[in-house]
């Protein structure tokens, strides 16, 4: 324990978490007294870093912790000023209000704080202007309305901060400017509606805001062609529909905008192509339909994956169904790699994992079920079955495809063995089970598959242990229980949570100590109780672990304290606990 904020089992739910540099910052308290505190892993060092408003009866309820530099801006109420924006550097003299917008006892409420650019952006009230866009440097004369949108008490509800290039835009949702696209550099003279979208200066909805570099590309409705793909270079003459894809009032509802490289690739729909692949350079010219994979028909590309910088993703032409399908963004670049399963039916690709120079997948040529396949990406190229692990028409079903140490993981069923483990190296030969956990037809259902240096860590089950934490190195030998974290036939029921510093971290449970953190290097000796933080069979159900600074920080909750931050430093083999002070003390 790092200390107990709240005595008693009640607990101060700490929450809010933030970091900067190596210190964590968040919320905790009890009831309506949440205050802001800070901790570096130490006792000494969790303190409340100020009590904004003072006396149990109140609290500050700090909320958008956003670090800023080497300090933290966030929102609070002192009970005298509202809630209004306030900045701390950890000290209680340096935890200011940065000013108070909304003068006197009414509400700011700053709202969708965004750093950027050295300084803080976000939406606030000051009683007389309305939600509106403004921006702090944490100085209050540096705290200034960037642009009064909507002249008056009415709001422009500024949202949607994207940065891109030297400005940030966003969309505006009140008054007579509802429902566009602005601009901001910070400055008054610099915050700017973009263009009008349409034939009025109201609703065109813009979203799907990506931005490349320089350029704002998103999806608008401007009521005569309906919803098409925009950019905007942050001028009105460089604010265009780049192309009226479903021509006339139709839409052609741009979605899932992805950039790769400097071109935007999307899925769009036209009356003649029907949804298929787009690209865009941002030009009209440069906006073409990649290729009409199903004439007259949708092909709906989908499960998009990068290898070599070619994108990769299954998708149906109307003869083959769905198949594996890749386009360097070229017509002729945008072919078919191979028609798995000759016919309507399709192999139905999935799990594209890249492992060097292949990808592998699971896929079904309607003779052997669906399997695990690998390709080089080449048209013409390598497209082979790796293996029928379940010979015959039925189906192995790879699943949970996990690269470590150069080989693939994945779980696989067969009815000698049912769901269990087996590895590739990309070869038939190379590709077998590693293990049969539970002998026989029975699975052991390997899940959460997690790669730890060249090993892979899972949970799996057998009838004399449970569900518990296993480990493989690749090897049968090396396919080993890790540890039966709770003896005999009940389940520790292992969640994976992360590493730290080169240690894997886990929920597990078991009779003696619940449900607690553990570690694990992989082996039985190196998988420990982290610490019983409720001592005996009760839990204390560890959530939201962070790892900061060295440190793994947690919430969590024991039978004195309640809820409460937790803190391992890495030079503890286990978290040991430390004495607490009570809150205010």
């Known amino acids: 324990l790092v200390r107990d904020i709240v005595t008693g089992a009640a607990g101060s739910s700490p929450n809010e978490f933030a970091g900067v540099g190596n210190v964590l910052y968040f919320v905790a308290g009890q009831d309506l007294d949440r205050e802001l505190w800070k901790s570096d892993g130490t006792t000494a060092g969790t303190v409340r870093v100020r009590d904004i408003w003072p006396g149990a009866l109140g609290g500050s309820n700090p909320v958008a912790l956003t670090p800023l530099g080497s300090e933290l801006l966030f929102s609070a109420n002192d009970g005298t000023n509202g809630r209004e924006l306030w900045k701390s550097d950890g000290t209680t003299a340096g935890t200011v209000m940065v000013g108070d917008l ?91 509606l973009v263009a009008a979208v349409g034939p009025d200066t109201t609703d065109s909805y813009p979203s799907e805001l990506v931005s490349t570099g320089t350029l704002l590309f998103f999806s608008a409705y401007d009521g005569v062609v309906g919803q098409e793909l925009w950019r905007s270079d942050g001028t009105p003459e460089g604010t265009v529909l780049v192309k009226d894809i479903a021509p006339g009032p139709d839409s052609s509802n741009p979605s899932h905008l992805a950039v790769l490289g400097d071109t935007l690739y999307f899925n769009a729909y036209d009356a003649t192509y029907g949804y298929e692949l787009w690209k865009s350079d941002g030009t009209p010219e440069g906006t073409v339909l990649v290729s009409d994979i199903y004439p007259g028909g949708d092909s709906y590309p989908r499960d998009l994956c990068v290898m070599g910088g070619v994108l990769y993703f299954s998708a149906s032409d109307g003869t083959a169904g769905p198949e594996l399908w890749r386009s360097d963004g070229t017509a002729a670049g945008t072919a078919r790699v191979a028609d798995i399963r000759p016919g309507p039916l399709g192999s139905y690709p999935d799990s594209l994992t890249v492992m060097g120079d292949y990808l592998y997948f699971s896929a079904d040529d309607g003779v052997a079920g669906a399997e695990l396949w690998r390709s080089d990406g080449l048209v013409g190229g390598v497209v082979e079955m790796v293996a029928d692990i379940n010979p015959g028409p039925e189906p192995s079903y790879p699943t949970g495809l996990t690269v470590a140490g150069g080989t693939l993981f994945f779980s696989a069923t067969e009815p000698a063995h049912g769901y269990e483990l087996w590895k590739s190296d990309g070869t038939p030969g190379g590709t077998m089970l590693l293990a049969d956990i539970v002998l026989g037809p029975v699975p052991s259902f390997p899940t959460q598959l997690a ?29 080993v229980l890790v540890k039966d974290i709770n003896p005999g036939v009940e389940s520790s029921v292992p969640s994976p949570v992360g590493t730290l510093g080169g240690v894997f971290y886990l929920v597990a449970g078991e009779p003696e100590n619940g449900r607690e953190l553990w570690r694990t290097d992989g082996t039985a000796d190196g998988t420990v109780l982290v610490h019983d933080l409720v001592p005996g069979s009760a839990s204390s159900n560890p959530e939201y672990v962070t790892g900061m600074g060295g440190r793994l920080f947690m919430s969590a909750s024991d039978l004195a304290h309640g809820r409460e931050l937790w803190a391992e430093q890495s030079v503890f083999t286990v978290l040991l606990p430390i004495a607490f002070r009570e809150h205010g003390g």
């Open 102 to 192: 909304n003068p006197g006892a009414g509400d700011s409420n700053p709202n969708g704080l965004l750093a950027w650019g050295g300084a803080l952006y976000f939406s606030a009230d000051d009683g007389s202007s309305g939600v509106e866009p403004w921006r702090s440097d944490g100085t209050a004369a540096g705290t200034t309305r960037v642009a009064d949108i909507q002249p008056g008490a009415e709001s422009s509800y500024p949202g949607q901060l994207t940065p891109a290039g030297a400005a940030f835009y966003f969309r505006t949702s009140g008054g007579t400017s509802s429902g566009q696209l602005w601009l901001s550099d910070g400055t008054e003279a610099g915050t700017v």
């Open 451 to 479: 790669a730890l240096g060249d090993s892979v860590l899972f949970a799996a089950e057998d009838a004399a242990r449970g569900s518990e934490l296993w480990r493989s190195d690749g090897t049968p030998a090396g396919t």
